[in-house]
């Protein structure tokens, strides 16, 4: 729970992610804002362990300040950092095993019993992910999430193509057709001015005179009989939608009407990329020559309204766009950073569906690794691993100290079992057990992820001799 001023408002914003609480707290201190950016990298690269790494780096930082005060140069603390870092992942990468449903432990993960996610909304999410999944992995890209406050979580749904806030051109528009081709297109459904161009130099206005009535008909027609070879260089390549960049004018737009085209206009660059790549549709920039094979497909388009608000939906092959709704704006925004997260891990399983045990088993086994390894060592870069087994066991001491359990008793006895070997027992409310037993466990991804950010960012703040602040310049000079 983060409570801040806005204004002359206090407010309270209750959340577990790490980074949202480092976004309120506002910090200024050059290193804490270097930790804080390698939070939101963590999240968005891994979807999870932000918190473990925080503490982590937080621990191995408090050892190699410890180490510098006995005159131990960060040159060689980094050396033996890395050396720890290395046979850490090695450590990970050997105890990794493919066990258990994957997808439904990153819903538990992400979910973490706060009974966000919904039997129908997992459903959904796993759905979403099959749909997005293209070489081996999951394209990010083809997952949309659109929120909306103001109705119950089980309201969410989700919808099988793209959602964009538009709506028809034309009122006299069908409000849905199926299975159609698509087109998508750059320019603007209009006839500009006549131009003349002459070799050399450049272009000159046609200044248009009517002498009598009947050339204002004449004049009318044919731009009526150009405005329609518009509207037929779209019925030519079988197109029943069109979306477009730019304005489609009020004549062309009539014309579409009268012949069951489904139109929209001025449709953002996101959401022109959205149907075409749901679609397979190609962008176009010169109508005329516009051909079938830069046509998409379509099986439903549709108009719908959401709280007031138009949108059109494509659904398509490709694609999925998860609606949230919620009854507040924070509830809403809460659930859709769980959600974010699960289609990160989503991903990562998809890579990778190795998984390592939880509970802060894994870090125990790497500290109890890295002391027998400390020993291979002559210099004092042995310090500096030991060290660096010391900064995994916080991890530990954290979830026991989250449990209300004392570290001085639980700790001792987590060192014992992995110094005999047993590898498997972690941190639970009841102080040790085994986590494999519990089916606690995380996805490989995340921890290598934790390891190796810890130490890069480790490494970049020990090699910075000084900082020094610059006042920002004004936005706005004072005028004289």
Known sequence: MVTFTRGP?????????????????EVQYPAIKTLAEAAKIQRE??????STMIVILAAILRESETLMRKKIHPN???????????????????????????????????????DLLTPKLRSDLMEACDRAASQGGIDLKRIGILTRSGAA????????????????????????????????????????????????????????????????????????????????????????????????VPQVADEMARRGILAFEIVDQIGMDDVAAATG???????????????????????????????????????????????SLEDVKETERVVKNVIR?????????????GGAAMYMQIASRLRDYSFEFDGKEQVAVDSFANAMEQVAVCLIRNYGLRWSVVLPMLRSYHAKGMHNMGVSEAGCADMDELDVRENIYTAKTVLARSYEVTSLLLRVDEYFYVKELPFVHKQE
């Open 281 to 327: 549709a190609v962008a176009v920039s010169d109508i005329k020559n516009m051909e079938p094979k830069d046509l998409g497909y379509a099986t439903l388009v549709r108009v719908e309204k959401v709280d007031g608000i138009d949108y059109f939906v494509v659904e398509a092959a490709k694609g999925s766009t998860i609606l949230l709704r919620g009854s």
């Open 76 to 114: 060689v603390i980094l050396k033996g950092y890395r050396a720890a870092a290395v046979e850490a992942l090695a450590v990970v990468e050997k105890a990794a095993v493919v066990r258990g449903d994957s997808r439904r432990q990153i819903l538990d993960i992400a979910d973490c019993g706060r």
């Open 345 to 357: 891990l989503m991903r990562n399983d998809a890579r990778d569906k190795r998984t390592v045990l």
């Open 153 to 248: 979580v089980s309201d969410s749904r989700l919808v099988r193509g793209v959602m964009v806030r538009k709506t028809k051109v034309n009122s006299s528009m069908p409000d849905e057709v199926r299975d159609v081709k698509v087109a998508v297109v750059n320019k603007t459904f209009d006839n500009k001015p006549m131009e003349l161009l002459m070799k050399g130099k450049g272009p000159f206005n046609v200044k248009l005179e009517i002498t009598g009535a009947e050339q204002m008909q004449l004049f009318k027609n044919e731009e009526r009989r150009m405005n329609d070879e518009l509207v037929d260089a779209v019925e030519r390549v079988g197109a029943k939608v069109v979306v477009c960049r730019a304005k489609i």
């Open 45 to 50: 690269q891994a979807g999870d362990g932000v």
């Open 9 to 25: 408002e206090r407010v309270i914003k209750v959340t577990k992610d790490a980074v949202e609480m480092m976004q309120e707290l």
